[in-house]
């Protein structure tokens, strides 16, 4: 079994697509349960959510509510979720085709973390460079829109996600699988949306995104780190 772990707040315009492109991309939707952790949305997430989970038979789809906080939901899902094998996603990002065959294969192999490469659904030029890096293995080229594949013995082992800071917790735990040399990029792609970048301005969002790694790079705390997003990002 794995368990899909996906944070959602207010997603009901797009909650129903990630759904079926689950479904519908897996090689085998039998061996797969989806477990989304609403932060308290106020939209219609949950209630399509939960007719969506009443009206198939697999994979298999609950929902779950959680104190608001990405870490904090991606922790309670692994509390409930029943699966060896653990994948976190983006409620705006779409593994590819055959995705969980493609994980199971990459443990098999020994690759007991890691993700796939990454597409915006855009063609601003800077933004399929972004795309491009992902093909390689340096810890600056990830980010949590490429999903995140763990086994739970490992994610254990690692201590899970840090459910005491604000943000940059998929970053904090990469960081953590990277010091013990497990992770492995599955050259398969995987879109997600650009819907932020256009919204912010991607040069202004992209620059952001370089000053918090550099003031990381630098020693700042995550209250600093945390400060600075709400003023510039919020």
Same mark, same amino acid.
């Given at each position: 079994m794995t368990s899909i772990i996906i944070p959602v707040?207010?997603?009901?315009a797009s909650i129903l697509k990630l759904l079926l492109?689950?479904?519908?991309?897996?090689?085998?939707?039998?061996s797969l349960e989806v477990i989304l952790v609403d932060g %308290?949305?106020?939209d219609g997430t949950v209630p399509l959510v939960t007719d969506?989970? !009443?009206a198939i038979n697999k994979p298999i789809v609950k929902i779950y509510s959680s104190e608001k906080?990405? %870490?904090k939901q991606l922790q309670h899902g692994t509390t409930v979720a029943t699966?060896? !094998?653990?994948y976190f996603l983006h409620a705006d990002s779409y593994p590819p085709r055959n995705y969980d065959a493609h994980i199971a294969k990459a443990v098999k192999e020994g690759n007991p973390a890691g993700c796939f490469r990454m597409k915006f659904e855009s063609w601003h030029p800077w933004l399929i460079i972004i795309g491009w890096f992902t093909r390689f293995s340096w810890k600056a080229c990830r980010g949590g829109d490429q999903s995140q594949y763990?086994?739970?013995d490992l994610y254990n082992e690692i201590g899970g996600y840090n459910t005491q800071i604000p943000i940059y917790e998929d970053y904090d735990l990469i960081t953590r699988l990277y010091e013990r040399g497990h992770y492995h990029?599955?050259?398969k792609w995987l879109k997600t949306s650009a819907r932020r970048y256009h919204k912010k301005g991607v040069f202004c969002l992209q620059w952001f995104y370089i000053m918090i790694y550099w003031k990381k790079y630098k020693g700042a705390s995550i209250d600093e780190i945390y400060q600075y997003y709400l003023s510039k990002c919020s």
């Open positions: 707040l207010n997603e009901e492109h689950l479904k519908e991309y897996a090689q085998n939707a039998s %308290g949305s106020t969506f989970a !009443l906080g990405r %870490g699966g060896e !094998l653990l763990i086994t739970r990029v599955i050259p």
